[in-house]
């Protein structure tokens, strides 16, 4: 793409920063907004707490591209969560723009503020991280980093049609969408300069055996229409090759995002790949069967 319209896109995307950081400040959510301070910085997050005391505790980072979205959209997702699973969940609201590492610090530095905080009593043996999309991409990084520098383990990771590769460029994947590839490409272009995207902590799928705690749990989610499939289907094949625990689901006929967006209120604006999966009523059936595994896998495992 050319300078200028790269200049384009980020303009837009700048706006809708705007707009959704407006609407991430002044919904109401279930959860409690909690602003903890980070080496200068305040990180907003919004916690969700259990109903007893030390149950365990799940990370969640939003997706967007690292780009948009913020720690409170997904509110009615994460209180699902915290219900279903009767677990504390606290959503991240790392920064948003910004060069790598930013983010992921932002994400792994509040897991550490949490943990040394004695106000908050929770398991700490049960460490799980959870993500959609870009913030599936976190969840892997956060857990690769905490297995090399071995202040914390992850215990379960749950990534839902994950953004794993920055290397490849976004028309080369099977299903791109040429009118995606724009933002796409700026996704990648903002996050990382293409020298450093190889780096396992920005591609997860790029990962060594040796970056991956052998004893943490994978659930995977891959939308069948949804140009991230393959990626996140290699990493559930290379989890599987290294002999780590791991459980793949296709969900079929979904696109991207069906997750996040079968969790919000529609009514005003509705994407319009999601206009036939909401009238036929399977994206309410494929949330739903969706809940039901990340229930089944937390339990069981």
């Known amino acids: 793409m050319t300078e200028q319209k790269m200049e384009e896109i980020a303009r837009i995307v700048s706006q809708t920063r705007e707009q959704t950081d407006k609407v991430n400040r002044e919904m109401e959510i279930h959860g409690q907004r909690v602003e903890i301070p980070l080496a200068k910085r305040k990180i907003l997050t919004a916690f969700y707490p259990a109903e007893r ?25 994460y209180d699902e969560l915290r219900c279903r699973l009767g677990i504390n969940v606290v959503s991240v609201g790392y920064r948003k723009g910004v060069a790598f590492p930013a983010a992921l610090d932002d994400c792994y530095e509040t897991i550490l503020y949490y943990i040394e905080h004695a106000e908050y009593l929770f398991d700490w043996s049960r460490i799980m991280t959870f993500g959609c999309s870009a913030g599936a991409n976190l969840a892997s990084a956060v857990s690769i980093r905490a297995w090399r520098e071995g202040r914390f383990r992850i215990e379960k990771r749950f990534l839902n049609y994950p953004f794993l590769d920055l290397v490849t460029p976004p028309m080369e994947k099977k299903l791109a969408k040429e009118s995606d590839e724009p933002m796409f490409s700026y996704f990648n272009y903002a996050y990382a300069p293409p020298g450093q995207r190889s780096d396992p902590l920005i591609s997860p799928l790029y990962a060594r055996k040796e970056d991956l705690d052998p004893s943490t749990k994978t659930l995977i989610f891959l939308a069948e229409q949804d140009s991230l499939r393959e990626e996140g289907r290699l990493f559930a094949e290379k989890l599987r090759q290294f002999g780590h625990p ?17 969790y919000r209120d529609l009514s005003g604006w509705c994407p319009p790949e999601l206009k036939q999966v909401i009238d036929d009523g399977s994206l309410r059936k494929a949330c739903g069967c969706t809940m039901d595994k990340i229930e089944r896998f937390y339990v069981e495992n």
């Open 53 to 77: 005391s030390n149950a365990s505790i799940l990370f969640a980072f939003h997706g967007g591209g690292f780009c948009f979205g913020g720690c409170c959209v997904e509110d009615a997702l």
């Open 246 to 262: 791991v459980v793949c689901h296709l969900v079929k006929n979904m696109p991207h995002g069906y997750l996040e967006y079968g």
